[in-house]
């Protein structure tokens, strides 16, 4: 949820991010949290998972790992851990640097974290690297847009960085994706009511390494 080069942690977004995310949460955003991990089964990983809101909706999983490197996170994150229904296990582990062994995860997770975290690519390819064959990897992530809006993102990313604990309007996260020996399947695109508007439009879907045997 936010990018692991600060001792101590965004205190003040971890503070803040509940109550500038509710409307989202109670109109659409729970909803698709529901949709989005609900039924995944096995061995998950979310990566950045933030202040936990994912937590309440694991119902199938045998054990789900949260990895959150920011301390301020962290703690809020911990308060939220009874809600979970399954086994889950906190890390502090980011997403570069994942310290788990090749192929042991069916299921890996991202919501709202790969805007946020210091290298992109790097991050995929440690999620393309944890996940075994015939796992999955479900995101929601916001990206840059087209057109007018688009460019507004690139002239707003800088000052946002810094306030929004590292997140970046502009990324190209699906591009991505593609480019890290995975393989996009069930792609979303939504521009949902409420939200700030230079987070749309949010992608959802499922992708799978290149070798998923069919």
Request: aromatic fraction near 4%; hydrophobic fraction near 35%; proline fraction near 7%.
């Amino acid at each position: 949820m936010a990018e692991h080069g600060a001792a101590h942690g965004h205190r003040c977004f971890a503070l803040l991010y509940d109550r500038i995310t509710r409307g989202a949460e109670e109109h659409w955003l729970g909803e698709l949290r529901d949709h989005l991990v609900g039924n995944l089964s096995g061995q998950v990983l979310e990566i950045g998972a933030g202040t936990g809101a994912n937590l309440a909706h694991y119902r199938e999983a045998e054990r789900v790992v949260v990895a959150e490197p920011d301390p301020a996170m962290r703690q809020r994150l911990r308060r939220r851990k009874r809600e979970a229904s399954v086994p889950v296990e906190i890390s502090s582990a980011c997403g570069e640097e994942l310290p788990y062994p090749d192929a042991s995860f069916d299921a890996v997770v991202s919501t709202l974290v790969l805007c946020s975290v210091d290298d992109l690519n790097r991050t995929l390819t440690e999620v393309r690297r944890v996940l075994r064959p015939t796992g999955t990897f479900v995101f929601c992530e916001h990206v840059r847009d087209t057109g007018m809006r688009g460019r507004i993102q690139d002239l707003l990313t800088p000052l946002w960085r810094r306030i929004g604990a590292g997140c970046r309007p502009n990324r190209r996260t699906q591009t991505a994706i593609e480019q890290a020996d995975l393989v996009v399947h069930h792609i979303e695109t939504i521009a949902p009511h409420p939200n700030l508007p230079f987070t749309v439009p949010i992608i959802h879907g499922v992708a799978t390494p290149v070798d998923h045997p069919h």
